[in-house]
């Protein structure tokens, strides 16, 4: 391990997102509270970038969070709160044996997107921003070359090269792995960000790290975007969250 990232590591432990101190921090940001699970609800879709609709997909249940506890924690925390709703939502669903608590997944829209604000952008009650968020194109400089194909270009728009797409900036080839239905309205877009938040839920919990720990937070976190500094990047903002919202 590099003296840059052990540092890293003993500091996610030492601030809350890690070892002992993260599951006191845990208990300091407010537990999304849920109603009954409700059937899925309607939604609907935000400007397309491209012709083609996102594939319909099986309509699942998903958990409801308490809209005043969503109203409560955006404030306090300063997030939108369809952003706030959608990382709740995605924490009450998460597998058993992962832990991801909605501080991560807000660390990580805000370090990808400011939660779908990005620019000046507004996020709608519906999960989607005014205008969607597009990475740069993955065209090799100075990013990594992804050729797009006629199925990823209908995310982006764009014939030749694949950018990320939406809130939490998923490559199309990824959200085709991990793409889910975080609203129950039988549809995976990763410009909704209640589909993006449970889709980077699974991913962060599909290698097995104990994200109670600090090695395994700070793994996780780097496999979702593998630069150091995006690592620091998240759990600033992450425990920033916690702090605002603790108990009090």
């Not at 809209?67 to 669903?93: C, E, F, K, M, N």
């Not at 039988?186 to 991913?203: F, H, M, T």
């Not at 090695?215 to 998240?234: I, L, T």
């Amino acid at each position: 391990m590099s003296s840059r990232r052990l540092i890293v590591v003993l500091l996610v432990s030492l601030v809350g997102i890690g070892g002992l101190v993260y599951a006191a921090t845990l208990r300091m940001a407010p537990a999304p509270q849920a109603l009954l699970a409700q059937p899925p609800i309607a939604d609907t879709p935000g400007p397309a970038v491209a012709s083609a609709p996102p594939p319909p997909i099986a309509t699942t249940s998903v958990p409801v969070v308490d809209p005043a506890w969503v109203a409560d924690i955006a404030v306090r925390a300063g997030i939108p709160a369809p952003a706030v709703r959608a990382y709740a939502t995605a924490q009450l669903g998460e597998p058993k044996g992962c832990e991801v608590g909605w501080t991560t997944l807000a660390g990580i829209g805000w370090v990808e997107s400011q939660h779908g604000t990005l620019g000046g952008r507004t996020l709608g009650a519906d999960g989607h921003s005014d205008t969607p968020v597009l990475g740069p194109a993955l065209d090799g400089d100075p990013y990594a070359a992804i050729p797009a194909t006629a199925e990823t270009s209908a995310w982006h728009g764009d014939p030749l090269w694949d950018h990320a797409v939406g809130p939490m900036q998923f490559i199309p080839s990824t959200w085709e792995q991990w793409g889910a239905d975080g609203d129950g309205d039988g549809v995976a877009d990763p410009n909704d960000i209640d589909d993006a938040a449970a889709a980077a839920l699974a991913y962060l919990c599909a290698d097995g790290h104990d994200l109670t720990s600090g090695a395994g937070w700070a793994d996780a976190v780097f496999g979702y975007n593998h630069d150091q500094s995006y690592v620091d990047s998240v759990h600033a903002a992450a425990s920033a969250y916690a702090s605002r919202t603790q108990s009090r």
